[in-house]
């Protein structure tokens, strides 16, 4: 089982980025799936997470701006991230509880994807 994360890139402020992760392997259930950034200097935060259901939750200095989806079908997650600002520059990790066969027996765990930097810059 492993997260691939992609979409990153350098972009002005104001402009829109879009990043994916995406889940693969023997992947029974996903349950919550999120977005965390580590900016350099700073602990890694919660951007936003979403529930297998479709709730969504956002930190309060995203709200209105960056948005988390997610497609079950595709096992990946999605933040469309608009009106970006220069202190939204960070390496963002996709994270991801993820059951699966292990054997006979089901296993939950806490997955993360590599990280992809977003930078915006002027």
């Known amino acids: 089982v492993q997260l691939q994360a992609s979409g990153g890139g350098l972009v002005q402020p104001g402009w829109s980025l879009r990043v994916s992760c995406a889940a693969s392997g023997s992947i029974l259930r996903i349950d919550n799936m999120g977005w965390y950034r580590q900016a350099p200097g700073k602990q890694r935060e919660l951007v936003a997470y979403?529930?297998?259901?479709?709730?969504?939750n956002a930190a309060d200095s995203v709200k209105g701006r960056f948005t988390i989806s997610r497609d079950n079908a595709k096992n990946t997650v999605y933040l469309q991230m608009n009106s970006l600002k220069p202190e939204d520059t960070a390496v963002y990790y996709c994270?991801?509880?993820?059951?699966?066969?292990?054997?006979?027996?089901?296993?939950?765990?806490?997955?993360w994807g590599k990280g992809t930097q977003v930078t915006v810059s002027s």
């Open positions: 979403v529930t297998r259901a479709g709730t969504t």
């Open positions: 994270n991801a509880v993820i059951t699966y066969y292990s054997g006979s027996s089901l296993t939950s765990e806490d997955y």
